[in-house]
């Protein structure tokens, strides 16, 4: 089982160590989790992107939007980043925008609750990395929401979706 798990996370060098003895993939494993290091797929992935990302950003409740350059963020462990393929428009998200939703969030913020795209990178974990190339709908669990070409969010906001679900239409769901 250890053996798959780190073929996508490791060197060369470091798959053969971890061949060597499962004592070594569980020492490697621990290092990694207490020493912070990031995980070697998300960082490949963060590398790929570009540095900005195009998000509509609301600054005061109430006020008009602004489309702003902001940086793409980078996920923590158990969360993955999403590049956005749609988002809807719902009563929540206008009454959000006026400051009568429920929810409220710090300012400046990224609208959007929900939508679908496809994870291009995780922060760690086994269902964050379980995740990376796959189809979602999404919900925004943070400050900054769906209307973005990025976002982050938690696994446990996420569900994978079957290839012959359009992705407009999973974005309502």
Request: hydrophobic content about 35%; proline content about 6%; aromatic content about 10%.
């Amino acid at each position: 089982v250890c053996y798959f798990f780190f073929f996508k996370q490791k060197t060369a060098y470091e798959i053969s160590a971890c061949l060597v003895g499962s004592e070594m993939c569980i020492r490697d494993r621990y290092q990694r989790r207490v020493h912070g290091e990031h995980n070697l797929t998300q960082s490949l992935r963060m590398e790929s992107l570009p540095k900005t990302m195009k998000a509509i950003r609301l600054h005061e409740y109430g006020k008009p939007l602004t489309v702003e350059d902001v940086p793409i963020p980078v996920p923590r462990a158990g969360q993955v980043l999403i590049k956005m393929e749609g988002s809807p428009i719902n009563p929540s998200d206008l009454s959000f925008l006026s400051g009568v939703y429920p929810t409220k969030k710090k300012l400046p913020c990224t609208p959007g609750f929900e939508g679908s795209g496809t994870v291009v990178a995780s922060g760690g974990g086994f269902r964050a990395w379980m995740l990376n190339g796959k189809r979602v709908a999404c919900f925004s669990s943070g400050n900054d929401g769906t209307w973005a070409e990025y976002m982050i969010t938690d696994v446990n906001s996420v569900l994978g979706l079957d290839n012959q679900i359009n992705l407009k239409e999973a974005a309502c769901s």
